[in-house]
Every structure is written in structure tokens, then in C-alpha cells.
């Protein structure tokens, strides 16, 4: 009697056992965060091609690292400039990723872009044609720029992953809560 109740007992504890799995075989999916190593912010003058302005950030190790800015030269006073964006992974080149066009504006609902000047006389718009982003605001990818007098300052440019709420109607963009995936100030931009 007592070889079978231990019989029982165990069977119990074995059917137990096998019946509460962790599901193993189905993890959540992990999003790794994108490995960014480069930012360029290429400003074309609308009335004169040849005049190109160059903010670049490279940060071999990523945003978290150690980093260089450069600044290919000064705006013209007065210019209207065209701001073309690339954000990239260059760590395993040649093959580079491109975080804006693979990642960012495919998920332009879950990114902002909020941008800041302190000293130097730039102005933007975020453009009619520009992308949709939260709540159907601009998300900052196609923008104008104005030159205005002679200035030297600096020149800010983040990107928030899943902000809580945004705004566009100040054209720089306002955004509150949110991961930044990277915020970048360049200094000593010019105007002359």
C-alpha cells in the first residue's frame, strides 16, 4: 500500500513538472537599439548649389561613446538651405547601415526629431512634404533653414525614440518623455 501511494505521489509530481513549462521554445522578441556612428547634416543653398554646409558627428563606438564634430564651414548670411539627413552604422563597413531610411522613417510614429540653436541666427520650417510622425506631426526629416545676420552659436539636433507627446507648431519641435537615441550640439557654427 505504501509502494503504491509513493507511486501515485510521483506520478503526480511528473505530470506536475512536465504540464508547467516556461515556454521556452517562444522568447518576446527583443528590438536591439540601432548602433549609430554617424550623423551628417548636409545644408544646401537653394540659390547657389555649390554653397554646402557640413555638421558631421562620428562616434565609432556609438552616440555613448567618445565622438567628432566637424563643421565643413560657415552659412551666408541671408541663404535659404535645404537640410538633407544620414544617419548611419558604420562600425562594420563596407556594409552601412542606413538608420534613417531602414529604421527611422519606417517607424516615423515611434521618432521626433527636436532641434535648437543658441547664438547663431538660424531659423527653420519643418516642410509641407515632410514626414508623418506622431500624432501625424512633422517629424523633422525634410526642413528649411534660414541664414539671418552674422552670428556664431550652436547648433542641437536630437532624436527621441517613443516620446510621450510632441509639437510641431514651434517649428525646432518640443517633445516630452521618450528615450533619446542620440542628441548631438555642434559649436561654433557660423554665419558670416
Not at 9 to 16: G, H, V
Not at 62 to 85: K, M, V
Not at 118 to 133: E, H, K, Q, S, W
Not at 164 to 183: K, L, Q
Request: charged content about 20%; glycine content about 8%.
Amino acid at each position: 500500500m505504501k509502494t503504491s501511494k509513493l507511486l501515485i505521489a510521483a506520478l503526480f509530481c511528473l505530470t506536475l513538472i512536465t504540464s508547467c513549462s516556461d515556454d521556452d521554445d517562444n522568447p518576446a522578441p527583443v528590438n536591439e537599439v540601432e548602433l549609430i556612428t554617424d550623423v551628417v547634416l548636409t545644408f544646401t543653398n537653394t540659390a547657389n548649389a555649390m554653397d554646402v554646409v557640413t555638421l558631421s558627428n562620428n562616434a565609432p563606438d556609438g552616440q555613448e561613446g567618445t565622438f567628432n564634430n566637424t563643421i565643413s564651414g560657415p552659412f551666408t548670411a541671408g541663404a535659404t538651405y535645404r537640410l538633407s539627413l544620414a544617419i548611419t552604422n558604420e562600425s562594420e563597413a563596407p556594409d552601412i547601415d542606413d538608420i534613417l531610411n531602414d529604421d527611422i522613417i519606417p517607424e516615423a510614429d515611434e521618432h521626433f526629431f527636436v532641434y535648437a540653436v543658441n547664438g547663431i541666427g538660424l531659423t527653420m520650417t519643418r516642410d509641407a512634404g515632410d514626414v508623418d510622425g506622431p500624432d501625424g506631426t512633422k517629424l523633422g526629416v525634410n526642413t528649411t533653414w534660414v541664414a539671418g545676420a552674422a552670428s556664431t552659436g550652436n547648433v542641437n539636433i536630437t532624436l527621441i525614440h517613443e516620446p510621450v507627446t510632441v509639437d510641431d507648431s514651434n517649428p525646432f519641435g518640443i517633445a516630452t518623455g521618450g528615450e533619446e537615441d542620440f542628441n548631438i550640439t555642434f559649436v561654433n557654427v557660423t554665419i558670416q
